[in-house]
C-alpha cells in the first residue's frame, strides 16, 4: 500500500510562522466581484505564498491546496492527485472523482470542466482552490488550455487563487478580457514603507532608525526576501552594507545568504548542504541523509528563525526549503563536495523518498545520480499502478529517462513502455511489446511473454488498420501454448484469452474452437473482477453473436452484465459498453425500437458530457443501420455527416465502416449508382484490413447492388463467396441473409420452383432462429417482395405476418389480392362498419367518438385519396361558419388519429386527406380492385381467372355500403358503386 506521506507537500498549506499581516491586500483579495480567478503573479520571494496562507489563515476560510511541479504537465497526474486533495478536503464524500485514463484524452477540456464541477459540488461555500507554483508547468504545455476549460465548470461562490512566478499564459487572455480573471503583480507585492518597518522589527528585534529602513527599503524595492536577508545581517552587525545600485534581487539573495551561511557553525553548513538533495523532508528523512539526529532542532531553528523553511501542519511533522533558498544550498553543495559525495548523496536521498512515496522526486534524483539500476527497479515497482491511475505519460516520462542502451536490454520496461503509449501512438506500442516479447521469448519468462503477446494484439486491435497483423501471432500461439497451459494468474489466463478470442473473432471465424474462446474469455474475465475487461469482453462477445445470428445469446449476455453496469456507475465505460450491447440487442430482436434512436442520442450526448468523445463513433454505427431500418432517412443522414467528420485517417479500417453504411443510405433512397461506388470501396478496404466478419457483409451488400443493376453474373460469384464464407463460419444470420437474396434472384428471373425453395429454406430458417433483422443490412423493398411471394404461397405464416407487422413492409402495389395480408388497419364498410386493427377489432361507443368515426366514413365515400377537406367539412358541419367548420375539422381529425394510433395512417397535404393504402385495407376498395382485374382478364380472353375473380368478389360483398348505417347525403357517392357491379 502506498504510504500517506506522498500528498503532504503537494496538497497541505505550509504552516505559518510569526509575520506581518498585509492587511491592504486583504482587502484587495477580499474584492473579488465577478472574478472566478485571482492569479498572483510576482518574482520568488516576493511573499506569493505568504500572503495567500495568511489571507486564508486571518479569515478562518476553508480551501483545496494544491502544490503544483513539473509533473502534473502530464494533465492525468494533475488530476490524481487533485482527486487526493478533494478527499481530504471533503473527508465525508465517499465516492471518488474519476481518473483521467486514456479513454478521456479525446474529450480532456470535457471531462477537466465535469471534474471541477463534481468537485465544487462537494464543499461548502465560501471555499477556496488554490494553486501554488503554477510557474513549474511549461509554457509549451497542453495543461493551459486543460486548465483553462476547467476553470469554467468552478462555480461562482467557489473562486480560484493561482499562485506563480508568472503572468498567465496566452491560454488564459479570454478569461483576462471578459474580467473573469484579475492579476495581483509584483506592484501590489511590494512591501511598502511601513510594512517593510514592521518585516525589519519582526526579523530583528530591533529598533532601527528611519533613515536606515529607507535605505534598506531603497535597495530591495520592496522585495520581502531580500528585505528579510538584509534584516537577518543586523543580528551581527548594526551598519548596511555598501550595495551597487545595480544590484538585481537575486544578486540581493545571492550575497546575504552567503553572508548567513559564513556566519553558520560547521554543523548547519553540512545539513544544509546535504538535505538541500531532499525537495521535502520530514525529520527522521534528514536524520538518515546526513546520519545524524539532531535534524528535528536544526529545522525548527531555521523555522524560527525565518530562514526560508517551510513546514507543513500534517501528523508528521514535514518540511521544505523555499525554492530561492534550495537552489542556493544545491549550487553551494556542489561546489563543496565532490561528483561521487554529491552521487551518493543523490542516491540516497531518493531512496529515502521512495521509502516516503515521494516517487516522483526519487525517480528525478535517481536519474541524476545516474543510478539506473535502483531507478529501474521503482519504475518497476510502480508501472502497473500508474497505468491504473491513467498516467501513461508519467509512466512513459520515466522509462525514458533510462539510457537507450539500457532500456533495449530490459524486457519489462519495454512492455511498460509499450502500454504507457499504446493509447497515444499503437503503432509505436506495438514495436516495444515485440522487442519485448523477443527478450521474454530467450529468458522463457512465460508471464512476461503472455502479457507482451496480448500488448501486440491490443495495438493490432487500437490501430485498427491492418488485422492481417493477427495472423502470425494466432499461429505462435497455436503452435506453443498448449490448450491446458497452466498460467501465471488468473489475471493473465484471463487477459490473454480475451486477446486471442478478439484476434478469433476477426480474422478466423470460422474456427471450431471459437465458441469455447468466448466462454472462456467471458468466465475469466468477469472472475477477474477487472470490470473493464469483462465489459470488453461482453462487448466483442456480444458483437460476434449479432455477426453469427446468435440474437438469443447476444440478449442473455446483455442482460447479465446489466446489473454489473449499474453496480459500476463510477466507471462510466462499463456502462456505456452496456448500453452497446442493449441497443445491439434490440436491434436484432426488433425490441422496443419506439426509443432506441433517441437512447443513441442519450448515450452519446452522455459521452460527451464525460468527455468520452471516442465512443461516438460506436454509437454512430447502429444509429446509422437503425435509422435505415425505421425509414428515418433525415437522421441516417445526418448520423452519416457526424461519422465521417470523426473519420480517423490513420484507423483505415473506419472507412470501410464509412462506405457501407453510406451505401446502404443510398440504396435506400434510389441512388443505386452510387450505392455500388461505395459498396465496392467497403468491400476493398475491408479486404485489405483483413476484418473476415465485415467483409461477408460488404460482399453480400455489393452482390444485391449488382443484381439490381443486372450484372447477373457479377452479383452470383459475389453471394457465393459469401455463402461459402457464411457457412464455414456457420453464420446463421449470414445464411438467411444469402437464402433470402438468392429468393429473390431466382423470382426475378422467372425460376419459380427454385426461387421459392430458397425462400422456404430462408423462412424457415429465420423463424427456428427468430431473426427479425438482419446483420448491418437491410432492404425493406426486398423483404417486402419475399414476404409478398411468401403468403401467396403459403410459406411460414405466421412468422411472415410477423416480419412484415414489425417492419411495417408495404409492396411496391397494395397487396389486395392477398387474403392474409397483415394489415395494420382493416376498415369494413360493406353491410356493417367495422375496424380492425393488428386483428382486433377497435371498440367504440358514445358520441366523443362518433364525429372521428363520421370524418372517417365520410373519408372512404369520397375515395379515401386525395379527399379535398371543403368536402369533408360540407358533408359533417354544413350549419357552421367557415372559422367554426375548419377548427371543428382539426379537432376531429387528430381525435381520429388518436383513435386508430397508427403513425401516418392518415395523411393531410395541401388540403386534401387521404388514407395510406399502404397499411390500410378498405373492404370497397377490395372489391372495387378485384373487379377491375377481372375486366381486364375478360377482355384479354382469360374467361377461368375472369370468373374466379367474380366469384372472390361476389363472396367478399357482405352488403350495401354502410346499410346498417342511418343514411346520411355523403354516402351517395359511393353508395351506389359497388351494388352497380353486382346487378
Same mark, same amino acid.
Given at each position: 500500500?502506498?504510504?500517506?506521506?506522498?500528498?503532504?507537500?503537494?496538497?497541505?498549506?505550509?504552516?505559518?510562522?510569526?509575520?506581518?499581516?498585509?492587511?491592504?491586500?486583504?482587502?484587495?483579495?477580499?474584492?473579488?466581484?465577478?472574478?472566478?480567478?485571482?492569479?498572483?503573479?510576482?518574482?520568488?520571494?516576493?511573499?506569493?505564498?505568504?500572503?495567500?496562507?495568511?489571507?486564508?489563515?486571518?479569515?478562518?476560510?476553508?480551501? =483545496?491546496?494544491?502544490?503544483?511541479?513539473?509533473?502534473?504537465?502530464?494533465?492525468?497526474?494533475?488530476?490524481?492527485?487533485?482527486?487526493?486533495?478533494?478527499?481530504?478536503?471533503?473527508?465525508?464524500?465517499?465516492?471518488?472523482?474519476?481518473?483521467?485514463?486514456?479513454?478521456?484524452?479525446?474529450?480532456?477540456?470535457?471531462?477537466?470542466?465535469?471534474?471541477?464541477?463534481?468537485? #465544487?459540488?462537494?464543499?461548502?461555500?465560501?471555499?477556496?482552490?488554490?494553486?501554488?507554483?503554477?510557474?513549474?508547468?511549461?509554457?509549451?504545455?497542453?495543461?493551459?488550455?486543460?486548465?483553462?476549460? *476547467?476553470?469554467?465548470?468552478?462555480?461562482?461562490?467557489?473562486?480560484?487563487?493561482?499562485?506563480?512566478?508568472?503572468?498567465?499564459?496566452?491560454?488564459?487572455?479570454?478569461?483576462?478580457?471578459?474580467?473573469?480573471?484579475?492579476?495581483?503583480?509584483?506592484?501590489?507585492?511590494?512591501?511598502?514603507?511601513?510594512?517593510?518597518?514592521?518585516?525589519?522589527?519582526?526579523?530583528?528585534?530591533?529598533?532601527?532608525?528611519?533613515?536606515?529602513?529607507?535605505?534598506?527599503?531603497?535597495?530591495?524595492?520592496?522585495?520581502?526576501?531580500?528585505?528579510?536577508?538584509?534584516?537577518?545581517?543586523?543580528?551581527?552587525?548594526?551598519?548596511?552594507?555598501?550595495?551597487?545600485?545595480?544590484?538585481?534581487?537575486?544578486?540581493?539573495?545571492?550575497?546575504? *545568504?552567503?553572508?548567513?551561511?559564513?556566519?553558520?557553525?560547521?554543523?548547519?553548513?553540512?545539513?544544509?548542504?546535504?538535505?538541500?538533495?531532499?525537495?521535502?523532508?520530514?525529520?527522521?528523512?534528514?536524520?538518515?541523509?546526513?546520519?545524524?539526529?539532531?535534524?528535528?532542532?536544526?529545522?525548527?531553528?531555521?523555522?524560527?528563525?525565518?530562514?526560508?523553511?517551510?513546514?507543513?501542519?500534517?501528523?508528521?511533522?514535514?518540511?521544505?526549503?523555499?525554492?530561492?533558498?534550495?537552489?542556493?544550498?544545491?549550487?553551494?553543495?556542489?561546489?563543496?563536495?565532490?561528483?561521487?559525495?554529491?552521487?551518493?548523496?543523490?542516491?540516497?536521498?531518493?531512496?529515502?523518498?521512495?521509502?516516503?512515496?515521494?516517487?516522483?522526486?526519487?525517480?528525478?534524483?535517481?536519474?541524476?545520480?545516474?543510478?539506473?539500476?535502483?531507478?529501474?527497479?521503482?519504475?518497476?515497482?510502480?508501472?502497473?499502478?500508474?497505468?491504473?491511475?491513467?498516467?501513461?505519460?508519467?509512466?512513459?516520462?520515466?522509462?525514458?529517462?533510462?539510457?537507450?542502451?539500457?532500456?533495449?536490454?530490459?524486457?519489462?520496461? =519495454?512492455?511498460?513502455?509499450?502500454?504507457?503509449?499504446?493509447?497515444?501512438?499503437?503503432?509505436?506500442?506495438?514495436?516495444?511489446?515485440?522487442?519485448?516479447?523477443?527478450?521474454?521469448?530467450?529468458?522463457?519468462?512465460? !508471464?512476461?511473454?503472455?502479457? /507482451?503477446?496480448?500488448?501486440?494484439?491490443?495495438?493490432?486491435?487500437?490501430?485498427?488498420?491492418?488485422?492481417?497483423?493477427?495472423?502470425?501471432?494466432?499461429?505462435?500461439?497455436?503452435?506453443?501454448?498448449?490448450? $491446458?497451459?497452466?498460467?501465471?494468474?488468473?489475471?493473465?489466463?484471463?487477459?490473454?484469452?480475451?486477446?486471442?478470442?478478439?484476434?478469433?473473432?476477426?480474422?478466423?471465424?470460422?474456427?471450431?474452437?471459437?465458441?469455447?474462446?468466448?466462454?472462456?474469455?467471458?468466465?475469466?474475465?468477469?472472475?477477474?473482477?477487472?470490470?473493464?475487461?469483462?465489459?470488453?469482453?461482453?462487448?466483442?462477445?456480444?458483437?460476434?453473436?449479432?455477426?453469427? &445470428?446468435?440474437?438469443?445469446?447476444?440478449?442473455?449476455?446483455?442482460?447479465?452484465?446489466?446489473?454489473?453496469?449499474?453496480?459500476?456507475?463510477?466507471?462510466?465505460? *462499463?456502462?456505456?459498453?452496456?448500453?452497446?450491447?442493449?441497443?445491439?440487442?434490440?436491434?436484432?430482436?426488433?425490441?422496443?425500437?419506439?426509443?432506441?434512436?433517441?437512447?443513441?442520442?442519450?448515450?452519446?450526448?452522455? /459521452?460527451?458530457?464525460?468527455?468520452?468523445?471516442? %465512443?461516438?463513433?460506436?454509437?454512430?454505427?447502429?444509429?446509422?443501420?437503425?435509422?435505415?431500418?425505421?425509414?428515418?432517412?433525415?437522421?441516417?443522414?445526418?448520423?452519416?455527416?457526424?461519422?465521417?467528420?470523426?473519420?480517423?485517417? /490513420?484507423?483505415?479500417?473506419?472507412?470501410?465502416?464509412?462506405?457501407?453504411? !453510406?451505401?446502404?443510405?443510398?440504396?435506400?433512397? @434510389? +441512388?443505386?449508382?452510387?450505392?455500388?461506388?461505395?459498396?465496392?470501396?467497403?468491400?476493398?478496404?475491408?479486404?485489405?484490413?483483413?476484418?473476415?466478419?465485415?467483409?461477408?457483409? #460488404?460482399?453480400?451488400?455489393?452482390?444485391?447492388?449488382?443484381?439490381?443493376? &443486372?450484372?447477373?453474373?457479377?452479383?452470383?460469384?459475389?453471394?457465393?463467396? !459469401?455463402?461459402?464464407?457464411?457457412? $464455414? %463460419?456457420?453464420?446463421?444470420?449470414?445464411?438467411?441473409?444469402?437464402?433470402?437474396?438468392?429468393?429473390?434472384?431466382?423470382?426475378?428471373?422467372?425460376?419459380?420452383?427454385? &426461387?421459392?425453395?430458397?425462400?422456404?429454406?430462408?423462412?424457415?430458417?429465420?423463424?427456428?432462429?427468430?431473426?427479425?433483422?438482419?446483420?448491418?443490412?437491410?432492404?425493406?423493398? %426486398? %423483404?417486402?417482395?419475399?414476404?409478398?411471394?411468401?403468403?401467396?404461397?403459403?410459406?411460414?405464416?405466421?412468422?411472415? $405476418?410477423?416480419?412484415?407487422?414489425?417492419?411495417?413492409?408495404?409492396?411496391?402495389?397494395?397487396?389486395?389480392?392477398?387474403? +392474409?395480408?397483415?394489415?395494420?388497419?382493416?376498415?369494413?364498410?360493406?353491410?356493417?362498419?367495422?375496424?380492425?386493427?393488428?386483428?382486433?377489432?377497435?371498440?367504440?361507443?358514445?358520441?366523443?367518438?362518433?364525429?372521428?368515426?363520421?370524418?372517417?366514413?365520410?373519408?372512404?365515400?369520397?375515395?379515401?385519396?386525395?379527399?379535398?377537406?371543403?368536402?369533408?367539412?360540407?358533408?359533417?358541419?354544413?350549419?357552421?361558419?367557415?372559422?367554426?367548420?375548419?377548427?371543428?375539422?382539426?379537432?376531429?381529425?387528430?381525435?381520429?388519429?388518436?383513435?386508430?394510433?397508427?403513425?401516418?395512417?392518415?395523411?393531410?397535404?395541401?388540403?386534401?386527406?387521404?388514407?395510406?393504402?399502404?397499411?390500410?385495407?378498405?373492404?370497397?376498395?377490395?372489391?372495387?380492385?378485384?373487379?377491375?382485374?377481372?375486366?381486364?382478364?375478360?377482355?384479354? &380472353?382469360?374467361?377461368?381467372?375472369?370468373?374466379?375473380?367474380?366469384?372472390?368478389?361476389?363472396?367478399?360483398?357482405? @352488403?350495401?355500403?354502410?346499410?346498417?348505417?342511418?343514411?346520411?347525403?355523403?354516402?351517395?357517392?359511393?353508395?351506389?358503386?359497388?351494388?352497380?357491379?353486382?346487378?
Amino acid at each position: 500500500m502506498r504510504p500517506k506521506q506522498v500528498s503532504i507537500n503537494k496538497i497541505t498549506p505550509p504552516e505559518l510562522p510569526n509575520i506581518v499581516l498585509r492587511k491592504r491586500l486583504f482587502r484587495l483579495l477580499d474584492e473579488k466581484k465577478h472574478y472566478k480567478v485571482t492569479w498572483i503573479s510576482s518574482m520568488a520571494g516576493s511573499g506569493k505564498t505568504t500572503l495567500a496562507t495568511s489571507y486564508l489563515n486571518n479569515g478562518n476560510l476553508p480551501c =483545496l491546496w494544491y502544490q503544483m511541479d513539473e509533473g502534473d504537465g502530464d494533465i492525468a497526474t494533475f488530476f490524481y492527485y487533485l482527486g487526493l486533495a478533494a478527499k481530504k478536503a471533503t473527508p465525508l464524500k465517499r465516492k471518488p472523482l474519476p481518473l483521467l485514463t486514456p479513454e478521456y484524452l479525446a474529450g480532456v477540456s470535457v471531462f477537466a470542466r465535469r471534474f471541477f464541477e463534481n468537485l #465544487c459540488s462537494r464543499v461548502s461555500p465560501p471555499f477556496y482552490l488554490i494553486f501554488d507554483n503554477y510557474h513549474e508547468i511549461s509554457l509549451e504545455s497542453p495543461f493551459h488550455d486543460v486548465f483553462k476549460d *476547467a476553470l469554467s465548470g468552478i462555480s461562482p461562490d467557489i473562486h480560484v487563487i493561482v499562485i506563480s512566478r508568472t503572468d498567465p499564459p496566452q491560454a488564459f487572455a479570454g478569461m483576462l478580457a471578459n474580467n473573469k480573471m484579475r492579476i495581483i503583480g509584483s506592484g501590489d507585492l511590494r512591501l511598502n514603507l511601513e510594512e517593510s518597518k514592521e518585516v525589519i522589527r519582526l526579523q530583528t528585534g530591533k529598533k532601527l532608525s528611519g533613515k536606515i529602513i529607507r535605505q534598506i527599503y531603497e535597495k530591495t524595492l520592496g522585495w520581502p526576501a531580500g528585505l528579510i536577508l538584509i534584516a537577518k545581517s543586523f543580528e551581527t552587525s548594526d551598519t548596511l552594507p555598501l550595495l551597487s545600485d545595480n544590484f538585481t534581487p537575486e544578486k540581493i539573495f545571492e550575497y546575504f *545568504a552567503i553572508e548567513l551561511f559564513d556566519k553558520m557553525n560547521k554543523n548547519y553548513r553540512e545539513f544544509l548542504l546535504k538535505t538541500a538533495f531532499l525537495p521535502g523532508m520530514t525529520t527522521s528523512m534528514a536524520n538518515a541523509l546526513t546520519g545524524k539526529g539532531d535534524a528535528n532542532r536544526i529545522l525548527l531553528s531555521l523555522r524560527r528563525n525565518h530562514l526560508f523553511t517551510e513546514k507543513f501542519s500534517t501528523p508528521t511533522r514535514f518540511y521544505q526549503y523555499h525554492p530561492l533558498f534550495r537552489e542556493f544550498l544545491i549550487a553551494w553543495a556542489k561546489n563543496t563536495f565532490d561528483q561521487k559525495e554529491i552521487h551518493i548523496l543523490q542516491q540516497r536521498a531518493a531512496e529515502l523518498l521512495e521509502a516516503g512515496g515521494q516517487f516522483e522526486d526519487a525517480v528525478d534524483l535517481f536519474f541524476e545520480a545516474k543510478d539506473y539500476k535502483n531507478l529501474i527497479i521503482l519504475v518497476l515497482k510502480q508501472a502497473k499502478q500508474l497505468i491504473a491511475q491513467g498516467r501513461n505519460k508519467t509512466l512513459e516520462q520515466w522509462i525514458r529517462k533510462i539510457p537507450e542502451d539500457v532500456l533495449t536490454k530490459e524486457p519489462w520496461l =519495454l512492455y511498460w513502455l509499450g502500454l504507457s503509449c499504446l493509447h497515444f501512438s499503437s503503432a509505436e506500442a506495438k514495436g516495444y511489446f515485440k522487442n519485448a516479447f523477443d527478450l521474454f521469448k530467450h529468458s522463457k519468462d512465460m !508471464t512476461g511473454l503472455y502479457l /507482451s503477446w496480448s500488448g501486440i494484439i491490443d495495438s493490432i486491435v487500437y490501430e485498427w488498420n491492418d488485422f492481417t497483423e493477427f495472423d502470425p501471432w494466432i499461429k505462435w500461439f497455436d503452435k506453443h501454448i498448449p490448450g $491446458k497451459q497452466a498460467f501465471p494468474s488468473p489475471e493473465i489466463e484471463a487477459r490473454v484469452a480475451v486477446s486471442m478470442m478478439t484476434a478469433l473473432m476477426v480474422r478466423q471465424p470460422q474456427r471450431q474452437d471459437i465458441d469455447k474462446w468466448i466462454d472462456r474469455s467471458l468466465f475469466l474475465s468477469k472472475n477477474s473482477m477487472n470490470i473493464n475487461l469483462y465489459m470488453q469482453a461482453s462487448t466483442w462477445a456480444s458483437m460476434y453473436y449479432t455477426w453469427t &445470428g446468435n440474437f438469443a445469446q447476444a440478449w442473455i449476455l446483455q442482460e447479465d452484465t446489466k446489473e454489473l453496469a449499474r453496480s459500476h456507475r463510477a466507471y462510466p465505460m *462499463a456502462v456505456i459498453h452496456w448500453k452497446i450491447m442493449n441497443i445491439l440487442s434490440r436491434t436484432c430482436t426488433m425490441t422496443n425500437m419506439d426509443t432506441v434512436l433517441q437512447d443513441i442520442e442519450d448515450v452519446i450526448i452522455t /459521452s460527451k458530457k464525460a468527455g468520452l468523445y471516442i %465512443m461516438e463513433k460506436l454509437f454512430l454505427m447502429p444509429g446509422i443501420f437503425v435509422a435505415l431500418v425505421l425509414g428515418e432517412f433525415l437522421k441516417a443522414d445526418n448520423f452519416i455527416q457526424r461519422f465521417k467528420s470523426a473519420l480517423d485517417n /490513420s484507423r483505415q479500417h473506419e472507412y470501410s465502416n464509412f462506405h457501407h453504411f !453510406t451505401g446502404l443510405y443510398n440504396l435506400h433512397i @434510389g +441512388n443505386i449508382a452510387q450505392a455500388k461506388a461505395h459498396a465496392e470501396y467497403a468491400l476493398k478496404i475491408s479486404d485489405e484490413t483483413g476484418y473476415v466478419l465485415a467483409t461477408i457483409v #460488404c460482399r453480400f451488400q455489393l452482390a444485391y447492388i449488382l443484381y439490381e443493376l &443486372g450484372e447477373v453474373p457479377k452479383g452470383e460469384e459475389e453471394l457465393s463467396r !459469401t455463402y461459402d464464407l457464411a457457412i $464455414k %463460419m456457420k453464420s446463421r444470420i449470414f445464411e438467411f441473409m444469402c437464402l433470402m437474396l438468392r429468393a429473390k434472384v431466382a423470382l426475378d428471373l422467372k425460376k419459380e420452383n427454385q &426461387g421459392l425453395k430458397f425462400l422456404r429454406k430462408a423462412m424457415s430458417l429465420g423463424r427456428q432462429q427468430g431473426y427479425l433483422n438482419m446483420a448491418w443490412w437491410w432492404h425493406p423493398a %426486398m %423483404m417486402a417482395q419475399l414476404c409478398e411471394k411468401a403468403l401467396l404461397s403459403g410459406i411460414e405464416v405466421d412468422y411472415v $405476418k410477423n416480419l412484415i407487422r414489425i417492419h411495417q413492409l408495404t409492396p411496391e402495389y397494395p397487396p389486395y389480392h392477398i387474403e +392474409n395480408w397483415p394489415w395494420a388497419l382493416k376498415i369494413h364498410t360493406l353491410d356493417g362498419f367495422q375496424i380492425i386493427k393488428n386483428d382486433e377489432p377497435i371498440r367504440f361507443s358514445g358520441k366523443t367518438q362518433k364525429k372521428p368515426f363520421d370524418l372517417l366514413k365520410v373519408l372512404i365515400a369520397y375515395g379515401g385519396i386525395e379527399v379535398n377537406t371543403e368536402q369533408i367539412i360540407d358533408a359533417l358541419w354544413y350549419e357552421a361558419d367557415g372559422d367554426m367548420a375548419h377548427s371543428a375539422f382539426s379537432t376531429t381529425l387528430n381525435r381520429l388519429r388518436k383513435l386508430i394510433g397508427i403513425k401516418d395512417i392518415i395523411q393531410l397535404h395541401d388540403g386534401k386527406v387521404t388514407l395510406n393504402q399502404n397499411y390500410c385495407r378498405v373492404d370497397t376498395w377490395a372489391f372495387e380492385r378485384t373487379l377491375n382485374e377481372a375486366e381486364t382478364l375478360w377482355k384479354k &380472353g382469360e374467361e377461368k381467372k375472369t370468373i374466379l375473380l367474380y366469384e372472390k368478389a361476389i363472396d367478399s360483398y357482405k @352488403g350495401h355500403f354502410l346499410t346498417k348505417e342511418s343514411e346520411e347525403p355523403w354516402m351517395i357517392p359511393l353508395g351506389g358503386a359497388p351494388e352497380k357491379h353486382i346487378s
